[in-house]
């Protein structure tokens, strides 16, 4: 059973760089062919799909997002991480992590979400 735990802060300031991390277990991040993903929920919103890091460390943006996010991986912890830069009220969000298997957004396992607020 894959299971996986978004971590971070759940305040974070205007114009700051939002970092989250999702920690995996029962399964590695290296392996073939999954894909890794950071999704979001605004209030009232469907989800939103942020980016994903493959196994092979590849990483793939949403085009509204790319320019302030980055994904990277720590595979000596099975972590990978989400970095959101210049954040306004507007990423408000629930942040979730989950795994698929190539990119797509048919996910098979998804953490239980983190809900954070940017807000002075």
């Known amino acids: 059973q894959v299971q996986l735990q978004e971590s971070g802060p759940g305040l974070v300031k205007p114009s700051q760089t939002l970092s989250l991390t999702c920690t995996v277990s029962g399964g590695s991040i290296t392996s073939r062919y999954y894909y890794w993903n950071w999704i979001r929920q605004p209030p009232g919103k469907g989800l939103e799909w942020m980016g994903s890091?493959?196994?092979?460390?590849?990483?793939y943006y949403s085009p509204s997002l790319k320019s302030r996010t980055s994904i990277s991986r720590d595979t000596s912890k099975n972590q990978f991480t989400l970095q959101l830069s210049s954040v306004t009220p507007e990423d408000t969000a629930v942040y979730y992590c989950a795994r698929a298997k190539g990119l797509t957004v048919d996910y098979d396992y998804r953490g239980q979400g983190t809900q954070v607020t940017v807000s002075s």
């Open positions: 890091i493959a196994y092979s460390g590849s990483t």
